[in-house]
Nanobody
Framework: QVQLVESGGALVQPGGSLRLSCAALGSPFRDYAMLWYRQISGKGSEWVGTITSDGRNANYAPSVTKGRFFISRDNAKNSVYLQMTSLEPEDTAVYYC????????WGQGTQVIVSS
């Protein structure tokens, strides 16, 4: 059993940066790909990106990230990160991390608000 705990969400001005963290508790996650999603109020969830288990490769949703987001992980710390830059009001959302099958577990989410 694994529990994912996101942190780092905040209120940030347009153009600012944030780094979200997702810590895996209770079970090592180094064997699994990790994903980030976001949910904008009133809309469905959007896939943000995926990082492979070894951290060597990551794929991103281009319409979401626009080259501004970067996913990394530290398996020694059982953590994955989402670095976000040049934030726009449209990035306002709750961001979730997700560990791939067979653990298939969601975190509780962390709120990001981009506003002046």
């Amino acid at each position: 059993q694994v529990q994912l705990v996101e942190s780092g969400g905040a209120l940030v001005q347009p153009g600012g940066s944030l780094r979200l963290s997702c810590a895996a508790l209770g079970s090592p996650f180094r064997d699994y790909a990790m994903l980030w999603y976001r949910q904008i109020s009133g809309k469905g969830s959007e896939w943000v990106g995926t990082i492979t288990s070894d951290g060597r490769n990551a794929n991103y949703a281009p319409s979401v990230t626009k080259g501004r987001f970067f996913i990394s992980r530290d398996n020694a710390k059982n953590s994955v990160y989402l670095q976000m830059t040049s934030l726009e009001p449209e990035d306002t959302a709750v961001y979730y991390c997700y560990v791939s099958s067979p653990l298939s577990t969601w975190g509780q989410g962390t709120q990001v608000i981009v506003s002046s």
